[in-house]
């Protein structure tokens, strides 16, 4: 078995290819894994293994069709994880957007279809069914996105799926929510606030804090992917939800209490333009489909992971200073 795996110096791709290596999935022991990552700011290279007799690191596009269709021959599965994926970005730029998440993955798809690569599982996300008030999204909602990112990854779903219907391409569909846990950039909510919190610094918290978002540990997504990627059937999007709901307040409290903060600390700041006010998924299916059950205690893999942070300073400090402050609406709120 040798797998490709786009985007795995970034927070989840990581995740899977170091489990991957580990032994963590059930005949996937022995794999060989190629990993293909731009690493752009997002990536890494740190987050894998220097050197692993059965990892080759490739720095290339998604968007490099010849470069696909010479390193792609000799793989059984792909799977896509790379994209832009930060919201407040695609606000201010939504071009590069476009272009990996959308552009990218035709060309990675058209490179399997010509290389006839067995399986893919492309990597999306909760955000390309809009926001919800109440109740929660099937796999049949229609796709309202809102922000640019979202947007792009409703047209590679899209993409894909035509890739699947008119090539015939074994090709399933993951949709989840939010995810947190260790190696995942300073710019998402988490480690944002954490790695402020740890350095004494304030925390921005958009609008009013009143933002619901399901909350899901890196390791059961990545666990959910393997099993869509080994049971999934060709042609379906399976859901992947947390259950964990909190608002960014609710969040933001947790994280003062784990970093002993003080709550003058939090920042109310203008909100994030067309911000989705709340995500819950519905994964009936993959649980009754597939067998998935979340597993990681939402409080105890939030400790975990602010220790991570408090742990790995060196990971995240180069970059501790960077992305600049919003300005405060209401000075420290409580
Ligand atoms: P990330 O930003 O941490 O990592 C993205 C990786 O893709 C980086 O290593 C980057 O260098 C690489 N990359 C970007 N453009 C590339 C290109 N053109 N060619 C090759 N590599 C490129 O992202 P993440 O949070 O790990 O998300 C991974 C995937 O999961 C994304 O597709 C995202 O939409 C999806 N997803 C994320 C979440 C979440 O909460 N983070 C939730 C659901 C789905
Ligand atoms: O500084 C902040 N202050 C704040 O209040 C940041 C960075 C975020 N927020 C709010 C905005 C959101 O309501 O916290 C919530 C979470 O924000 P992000 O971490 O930016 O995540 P989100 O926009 O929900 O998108 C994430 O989940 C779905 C990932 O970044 C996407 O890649 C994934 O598809």
Redesign the pocket.
């Known amino acids: 078995m040798r797998i490709l795996v786009?985007?795995?110096?970034?927070?989840?791709?990581s995740e899977y290819v170091r489990t991957v290596l580990a032994g963590g999935y059930p005949g996937f022991e022995d794999a060989d894994v190629t990993v293909?990552?731009?690493?752009?700011y997002?990536?890494?290279r740190a987050n894998l293994p220097g050197r692993h007799p059965r990892l080759a690191f490739v720095r290339?596009?998604?968007?490099d069709l010849p470069l696909l269709l010479d390193l792609l021959p000799g793989h059984d599965a792909v799977v896509?994880?790379?994209?832009?994926?930060?919201v407040d970005r695609s606000l201010e730029a939504a071009s590069e957007f476009i272009?990996?998440?959308v552009g990218?993955t035709q060309t990675l798809l058209e490179a399997c279809v010509r290389t006839g690569v067995q399986r893919v599982v492309h990597?999306?996300?909760?955000e390309t069914y809009g926001s919800i008030e109440q109740g929660s999204w099937t796999e049949e909602w229609p796709l309202q996105p809102n922000s640019p990112y979202a947007a792009s990854?409703a047209a590679s779903d899209l993409v894909a799926r035509a890739y699947w219907r008119t090539h015939g391409l074994d090709l399933s569909i993951t949709?989840?929510?939010?995810?947190y846990g260790p190696y995942?950039?300073i710019e998402?909510l988490i480690p944002n606030f954490v790695t402020r919190l740890l350095t004494g610094r304030t925390v921005p918290l958009y609008g009013d804090g009143s933002n619901i978002r399901e909350w899901l540990h890196v390791s059961d997504?990545c666990r959910a992917i393997q099993l869509v990627l080994t049971r999934g059937r060709a042609g379906e999007i399976y859901n992947v939800g947390g259950g964990n709901e909190r608002t960014n307040r609710q969040i933001t409290d947790s994280l003062l209490d784990l970093c002993g903060a003080s709550p003058d600390l939090v920042r109310h700041v203008a909100d994030r333009k067309g911000h989705d006010m709340r995500y819950a998924l519905d994964d009936t299916k993959i649980r009754e489909e597939l067998g998935y059950t979340a597993t990681v205690p939402f409080e105890e893999g939030l400790a975990a992971t602010v220790a991570w942070y408090r742990d790995n300073r060196s990971w995240w400090q180069p970059d501790a200073g960077a992305g600049e402050e919003r300005p405060a609406l209401t000075g420290s709120v409580r």
Do not use: M, P, Y
Request: with cysteine; proline share 0%.
């Open positions: 786009t985007g795995a110096a970034g927070f989840i791709g293909l990552d731009r690493l752009t997002a990536g890494n290339g596009d998604i968007c896509h994880f790379a994209a832009e994926s930060h272009r990996t998440n990218g990597v999306s996300t909760d990854k949709r989840c929510s939010n995810n995942q950039h998402k997504h």
